[in-house]
């Protein structure tokens, strides 16, 4: 017998299959689908309620029903409609013509085989090639966007509550950051993870990192913890695993090793630094400790975020100096949208108003950019070599509690512990951004890497820690960089 066109049993077949699977679809109740017919009671009458052209292709068939008392018509009874395409089993399921098809209207990569609930505009969702197997759930559009059967669930971030501090397994750390899923042949998620020193090459230090559930008084952004990484001892006092040292005057941990060399070159050679301050130290990075993510982005991604947060002892005596510790965020992205991502990587970067950038770092503590807020106001770059200025846009110290980072700053003479500091009796021994957003963006479908790291910068001392959580996926383009929430 002749068969209905390819493309006209696709269309109306495929509706069928995806409805079944995103949400219901309308039948009629008489004997041709017409609803509301009356009818005799105890009267018959065939019926079919798949779409039009695909009774009696495959297995589909039509069926009966019967006139109940009210004069209504009963269920359609011993149908069989188009179901999904089960690949490999020799029956046209769908009933489009073909046995065990590949379908992928919407050229998202996912057939009708491989699960993609949606594959055409006319099965109820207005960007099928969003809707797979391969993208993530988005709150609050009513579709089963990743096409696991639930509409709407909320993203897991329960992974991070039974890690250990001290974990030496760097996925526990994309954990505690709040990226739990990994990447399968037919989803997105971490690929895998690895701690290395600032260039690539090394292993930091194990007490440069921890998964932590507190740090002082930073709050937890999302799930029950936090990574935590630091040119010095990962912890705040009375922790373990590893334990709290002093961010003062602390001695080497880490070594050193290059920076990032694409990176540098990608700013002709020399660190980035703000607007008036002096030009860091040519190298090497101390103490460096860099977590290294290859992630596959979901299908209907467009851009990511992490919250970060960011406490130096370099506060207030070496804000504007050359030991403007360094903490970045490289994104490796086949991104070519808009806006652009950096061209030198790093996301972890405030663009002022006056389009002036400033490298996440205590030297967000020089020219009020408002960004370094975990503070006490008042005279900075107080020490030998930093250019002199003074801060007004701190907003308390509740953050630095139990850091160690909140006591009267020591001076030059640590052992004396009441001696007034070089900026003053008034300030503490360092201060931090409080939590900030930092957001980058990606291709849909495609495996990014994600370097974050720290290191001292000129020198091996007056260390500091950045603290990286809640890790989202969004489904629009971003202003790529580093901003307060």
């Known amino acids: 017998m002749s068969l209905p066109s390819r493309a006209a049993v696709f269309g109306t077949a495929l509706l069928l299959v995806a409805a079944a699977a995103c949400g219901p679809t309308s039948t009629g109740n008489g004997p041709d689908g017409g609803g509301n017919e009356r009818c005799d009671p105890g009267e018959t009458g065939a019926c079919y309620d798949g779409p039009g052209g695909t009774e009696g292709v495959g297995p589909c068939t039509g069926g009966s029903r019967t006139c109940d008392a009210s004069g209504t018509w009963g269920r359609c009874e011993g149908e069989v409609v188009p179901a999904g395409e089960v690949c490999g089993n020799g029956i046209d399921d769908n009933c489009s013509g073909a046995v065990d098809e590949v379908v992928d209207l ?16 006319g099965d109820g969702c207005t960007d099928p090639q969003l809707v797979n197997p391969g993208a993530f759930e988005v709150g609050d559009n009513v579709l089963d966007d990743d096409c696991d059967g639930m509409i709407d669930e909320p993203a897991i971030t329960a992974c991070d509550n039974a890690l250990t501090s001290g974990s030496a397994e760097p996925l526990d750390y994309a954990k505690a950051m709040d990226l739990c899923q990994m990447a399968t042949a037919g989803s997105w998620g971490v690929v895998d993870a690895k701690f290395v020193k600032a260039d690539g090459t090394g292993a930091p230090n194990a007490n440069q990192r921890a998964i932590r559930t507190t740090f002082g008084g930073v709050a937890v952004q999302g799930g029950a913890a936090y990574a935590v990484l630091s040119t010095g001892n990962a912890a705040a006092t009375g922790q373990t695993n590893p334990p709290f040292a002093d961010l003062q005057n602390a001695p080497m941990r880490g070594g050193t090793s290059n920076f990032p060399a694409d990176w540098l070159q990608a700013n002709g050679g020399n660190m ?22 290859h992630v596959k982005v979901p299908t209907n991604a467009k851009s990511f975020a992490i919250s970060t947060n960011f406490l130096s002892s ?5 804000v504007c100096s050359p030991f403007n510790d360094f903490f970045v965020v490289l994104l490796d992205s086949g991104w070519t949208g808009t806006p652009a991502n950096p061209t030198d990587k790093n996301l972890a970067v405030y663009v002022s108003p006056a389009n002036q950038r400033y490298p996440v770092g205590v030297n967000l503590g020089h020219g009020d950019t408002g960004l370094f807020r975990q503070c006490v106001n008042g005279p900075t770059g107080c020490g030998n070599g930093s250019t002199p200025g003074s801060i007004t846009t701190c907003t308390g110290i509740g953050e630095l509690a139990g850091t160690g980072l909140e006591r009267t700053n020591p001076g030059p003479n640590p052992q004396y512990i009441d ?3 070089y900026c003053g009796a008034n300030n503490r021994a360092g201060g931090g951004t409080g939590w900030l957003v930092t957001q980058g963006n990606v291709v849909g479908g495609e495996t990014i890497t994600l370097r974050i790291a720290l290191w001292d910068t000129s020198d091996a001392i007056y ?11 969004s489904v629009d383009a971003a202003q790529p960089g580093t901003v307060i929430p």
């Open 272 to 293: 980035p630094n703000a607007p008036g301050c002096p030009d860091p130290a040519p190298g090497p990075a101390n103490d460096p400790v860099m977590l290294q993510l």
């Open 106 to 121: 919407d050229g998202d990569g996912y057939s009708t085989c491989d699960g993609d609930c949606c594959d055409d505009a």
């Open 419 to 421: 001696e007034p500091g």
């Open 314 to 318: 370099e506060y207030p005596e070496w």
């Open 463 to 473: 260390d500091s820690t950045a603290i990286i959580d809640n890790f989202v996926w």
